[in-house]
């Protein structure tokens, strides 16, 4: 499947407040009409913006703006660790530096509003914590398969959680998590892949990994997934959903292996105006599954994006 970079891109280098190099992206309007907006693609973990040209493609054929851009420790944005096939960031709250530097350098100067924000995984995780501490400029939100709570299975939950937050005590922050290993093609197998059941797509992101090895990413450390528990037990607390009212549309699927369905499903009832839309027979990665998933995805967003508050 090839994997065009849709017409009319502009690359640009944000700084973020703490100093980490960013690549963003930006497709501005092209005669269309100046109330329809732009659209942020906000990617899960180990993504890049190169994954999302089909559906960035597909945003820009509704008429939208879009921008895009890769977090800090992936994609071609500066990655913190020696060894860049890991995953590493300390807090969540890094993550927020690096969407201060998106919207404030790239979006506001250069991309009309309103702004909705389509985030995938960590990307709708990190988008939630975003909405209920800086809301204004944003219109609503699609968020897809968010970070919810990670499955640990066959390990309990509790056994996961207290391995990793003994081992970052220990100083073993920057170690991959236990069973954790740097990115190879060899070892991802169409077969026992969670986030896709369609190998033409599947194949495509791991020929953008092979023609770019810059790219790639691995497992996360110790020291990310501690730090994704403790965000993903705030985000899920009823008193921090409240706050958050930006109207949003929520995708999962029946066949989520990734973040527990349950949950996404959970957090959708704890968000004011949210809209939970379950896709039978959809893995983690909507946006990257058969066509037949991704029509029913594509035919909820129209809808939302006609009518948000409904």
């Given amino acids: 499947m090839q ?3 849709p017409a009319g891109a502009r690359v640009q280098w944000l700084v973020s407040r703490d100093q980490v190099r960013l690549r963003a992206m930006a497709w501005a309007g092209d ?4 109330n329809i907006g732009s659209i942020l693609v ?3 973990r180990t993504e890049c913006i190169e994954k999302y040209f089909e559906t960035i493609g597909e945003l820009r054929g509704r008429g939208f703006a879009v921008g895009a851009f890769d977090w800090r420790g992936q994609g071609l944005s500066d990655r913190s660790l020696d060894d860049n096939h890991k995953g590493h960031v300390k807090d969540f709250s890094e993550y927020h530096h690096d969407l201060d530097a998106f919207l404030d350098q790239c979006v506001l100067p250069g991309l009309l509003p309103p702004y909705t924000l389509l985030a995938h995984s960590m990307g709708a995780h990190i988008a ?3 909405l209920h501490d800086r809301p204004q400029p944003f219109a609503r939100a699609v968020l897809c398969s968010p970070m919810a709570y990670v499955n640990t299975a066959p390990l309990p939950h509790f056994a996961a959680r ?12 920057g170690h991959y998590v236990p069973g954790g290993r740097d990115y190879s093609r060899a070892h991802e197998l169409f077969s026992n892949d969670p986030l896709t059941s369609d190998r033409g797509r599947f194949e495509r992101n791991a020929d953008i990994l092979e023609n770019n090895p810059d790219l790639a990413l691995g497992s996360p450390t110790v020291a990310w997934l501690d730090a994704a528990y403790r965000s993903m037990k705030m985000v899920l607390d009823p008193e921090f959903c409240k706050d958050i009212v930006t109207p949003a549309l ?4 029946t066949e989520e292996r990734v973040s527990l369905p349950e949950y996404q499903k959970l957090l959708a009832e704890r968000l004011a105006g949210c809209e939970a839309v379950c896709i039978n027979g ?10 037949a998933v991704r029509a029913q995805f594509w035919a909820a967003f129209d809808r939302f994006m006609k009518n948000p508050s409904d």
């Fill in 31 to 34: 005669g269309a009409p100046s």
């Fill in 162 to 173: 207290a391995i990793v937050k003994i081992g970052a005590a220990l100083g073993c922050s």
């Fill in 3 to 5: 994997n065009p970079c």
């Fill in 282 to 291: 959809a893995r983690h990665e909507i946006l990257q599954e058969t066509n």
């Fill in 250 to 253: 929520l995708f999962y699927g």
């Fill in 128 to 130: 939630l914590r975003y």
């Fill in 42 to 44: 906000l990617q899960g």
